[in-house]
């Protein structure tokens, strides 16, 4: 780890975009919560043994003798000649979490293999290399994936875990020194190829853009842990990935040089907190390139237009890695971002210590309503491949929830499954509901998503290696109806007393610009509001969520309208960062002594001078660079004009001020026994989803006899994660 405030200075040297927001050194302060955050990550085990050190060194070399073997084998079936394949060879590379420095007790290595030109994917990398690790006894759970977005095989290596890519380069001999950051490596390969490089190529982009790799380290190895313990770590789950974290956390080490972990991660909360997406987050300037590959570009390429939070890779081709964000799930993100500002205020003000950051979110006591999807199959390999294809598909339920409720309806997706011991071969992944903040919160509105659901259900089983016994059930159930399973210990937790997340949102309304009586008269409104819920004797004594395949009758939420198409022109993000929301023009850090003695009302010089220069660097994209500008004339202006058409950015920054006033009412029973968590693999599928225009839900609609409608939003003033249930 290193002792904080031990190493030099960060030169004057700018690193990234913008000049830095501040090149000050650490205080004695920031060295001592630096150490004490050190600690906690200690104290967490997110540190391997030296012993497990060694043993994923000595996996990866037998790894490499391993592919190095295979293409001479290769060669010889080809009937090259002797120096031919005396001279063949393949490479190991790493990437991701491991090649970072940042890796845990018992995670995966994501490896990359770069073979000459005349070793094909298909046929030799998914053949031969398979038959040759499938006959190893050191080689278990082999489990190949040639027709993902990113060709993988997976397997663990005398227990270690590894993802392994494949890569054929346009070269017919692979030297032991070859450089695969060059752009030149891209020469002449097929797109899967570039895929499979990418990850190589951005991670030593990376390493190579922060002004201290230590910090860096430290600072990642601990918003790592805060986002899978607040449940927003998941690509595929629509949240973000270890690539994105990386990229995030890279562009404030690029603002604060010389700042220690504890300052850091103190500044990630409150730049993020302010950051009005979808400007980008780029670490460096995009490069047009020689090869003609294609980059991100709103501009010149319209589906990087609806991107909601762009975070945009340094290698070539830029690329933006979190196009996988919907609005409900940057809603989610933003909340946690305000959250985690407030917190690590009061660490600073010695009001708190660095465990309330790092508290597990209380997912299952935050809302009132759930979706429950239930999955099976009748072998553990069926398992795991259909485990794999759904959760690469379940983001469309929340796009089409989105898309067919006009985004009034939001969805809070849970990134891990879960598992009820006494079903073997079955996972359950949930959905927490709300209706959006402030959308017509006077009548008790109905949302009916059957033919949602069956619309996401048809792509699902779409399945190219899809067999009988695998299946799919989506239901409906209470917050006070959800399975035992889903709890720790498989036992019900009492209702909580109000905790530090409920404290801050409360404490927080002094900040947005509500009138305090306005709060108080709305919030006695609602307690007065009778409970508009209908009776649900029918569907309760049914068990909507039966595990029975056949009986699926999915009586769920589509909001009664014709009108599908894309939600309404809205006010930005810009609009509703609420608390830092004033305008500061012309501040630099000239000025700070100056801006000092501003009146009480200003905000802070620290968080001012933050603000403006983020602004600054990300809306302009730090247009200095002359092989930017050509790229990115005028891109200024057209985000802007994306970030005030972006229909459902406007509430995403704000936290919810009584999340339950938008439950909606269902009653469903939820049966389970006592079970386990499955915790979540690191599957990352970055394949872009089509979301086209459901033409067949109008007319499917009309098919479908009137129904009694089985779930209303009802407005309490329950805050959010008290643990009450309706």
Same mark, same amino acid.
């Not at 048809?458 to 016994?469: E, L």
């Not at 029975?548 to 699926?552: E, G």
């Not at 930017?628 to 005028?634: H, Q, R």
């Given at each position: 780890m290193g002792s904080p405030g031990s190493s030099a200075l960060a030169t004057a040297t700018r690193v990234g975009l913008s000049e830095p927001i501040s090149t000050g050194g650490p205080s004695e302060s920031d060295v001592s919560k630096t150490r004490e955050l050190e600690k906690f990550l200690v104290d967490a085990g997110l540190y391997e043994s030296h012993d497990e050190a060694i043993k994923r060194e000595e996996v990866l070399g037998r790894l490499d003798q391993i592919v190095k073997t295979w293409v001479k084998n290769i060669s010889r079936v080809r009937g090259y000649n002797g120096s031919v394949i005396q001279e063949a060879n393949a490479k190991i590379f790493t990437f991701g979490s491991y090649r970072l420095g940042v890796h845990g007790p018992g995670a995966d290595i994501d490896t990359l293999c770069v073979g000459p030109k005349y070793a094909t994917r298909n046929e030799d990398f998914f053949g031969e290399l398979y038959r040759m690790l499938s006959d190893m006894p050191e080689v278990q759970e082999l489990h190949p994936v040639p027709d993902a977005h990113v060709p993988v095989m997976r397997f663990k290596f005398n227990g270690v875990s590894i993802d392994l890519l494949y890569a054929n380069v346009s070269l017919w001999i692979i030297?032991?020194?070859l450089d695969i950051s060059q752009e030149s490596i891209l020469q002449n390969v097929d797109d899967q190829t570039v895929r499979s490089l990418n990850g190589c190529r951005v991670t030593d982009h990376i390493l190579r853009l922060v002004p201290n790799i230590q910090s860096f380290r430290t600072t990642l190895r601990c918003m790592r842990l805060w986002a899978k313990r607040r449940g927003v770590y998941s690509n595929v789950t629509g949240f973000l990935g270890g690539i994105n974290w990386a990229l995030l956390v890279a562009r404030i080490c690029q603002l604060y040089p010389n700042a220690l972990p504890s300052m850091l991660v103190s500044r990630f909360f409150r730049v993020y907190n302010l950051w009005r997406w979808p400007n980008p987050v780029m670490l460096c300037p995009i490069q047009e390139g020689s090869l003609g590959l294609s980059f991100w570009d709103p501009r010149r390429n319209y589906k990087d237009r609806s991107h909601l939070m762009p975070i945009i890779t340094p290698a070539?081709?830029?690329?933006?890695?979190?196009?996988?964000?919907?609005?409900?799930?940057?809603? =989610?993100?933003?909340?946690? /971002?305000?959250?985690?500002?407030?917190?690590?205020?009061?660490?600073?003000?010695?009001?708190?210590?660095?465990?309330?950051?790092?508290?597990?979110?209380?997912f299952f006591e935050a809302y009132k309503n759930y979706l429950q999807i239930d999955i099976a199959a009748e072998t553990d390999d069926d398992l795991m491949s259909w485990k794999g294809w759904v959760e690469s598909r379940k983001r469309l339920l929340t796009l089409k929830i989105e898309r067919d409720t006009n985004g009034v309806l939001q969805c809070h997706p849970h990134p891990g499954e879960f598992s009820d011991k006494s079903k073997p071969f079955h996972h359950s992944y949930f959905m927490g509901l709300r209706r959006k903040e402030g959308a017509n919160p006077q009548e008790a509105q109905q949302f009916d998503i059957r033919m949602t659901v069956e619309d996401f259900k048809?792509? =699902?089983?779409?399945?190219? /290696?899809?067999?009988?016994?695998m299946w799919i059930h989506v239901c409906h159930v209470k917050r006070k109806d959800l399975p035992i399973f889903v709890f720790p210990g498989g036992v019900r937790p009492s209702p909580p007393a109000r905790n530090y997340e409920s404290r801050t949102i409360l404490r927080s309304l002094a900040s947005y610009p509500v009138q305090p009586d306005a709060i108080v008269g709305r919030k006695r409104k609602k307690l007065d509001e009778p409970n508009r819920g209908t009776s649900l004797t029918e569907s309760s004594s049914t068990g909507a969520c039966a595990s029975?395949?056949?009986?699926?009758d999915p009586r769920i939420l589509r909001k009664q309208t014709d009108d599908f198409s894309a939600p309404k022109s809205e006010d930005g993000v810009a609009e509703n960062l609420s608390i830092h929301a004033q305008e500061i023009p012309g501040l630099d850090q000239s000025e700070h002594a100056a801006e000092s003695s501003a009146s009480a009302g200003a905000l802070p010089v620290p968080m001012a001078m933050e603000k403006h220069v983020t602004e600054q660097s990300s809306a302009q994209i730090a247009l200095t660079h002359q092989d930017?500008?050509?790229?990115?004339?005028?891109l200024e202006g057209f985000l802007k004009s994306v970030s005030q058409n972006n229909a459902e950015a406007e509430g995403v920054a704000q936290p919810e001020l009584f999340p339950d006033e938008q439950a909606v009412e269902v009653a469903i029973a939820g049966n389970g026994t006592a079970s386990i968590i499955q915790p979540k693999t690191d599957l990352e599928e970055l394949e872009p989803l089509e979301l086209p225009v459901s033409t067949a839900i109008a007319s499917a609609s009309a098919k479908v006899p009137a129904q009694k409608p089985l779930i209303r939003f009802s407005f309490t003033s329950l805050p959010k994660a008290t643990g009450n249930s309706a």
């Open positions: 030297p032991e020194d070539y081709p830029c690329m933006n890695s979190s196009y996988n964000v919907s609005t409900s799930t940057l809603r =989610v993100m933003m909340e946690e /971002f305000h959250r985690g500002n407030d917190i690590c205020e009061d660490i600073e003000a010695n009001k708190l210590r660095w465990e309330t950051l790092f508290e597990p979110f209380a048809r792509d =699902v089983y779409a399945y190219s /290696f899809w067999k009988p016994a029975d395949a056949t009986s699926f930017s500008t050509e790229v990115f004339d005028g």
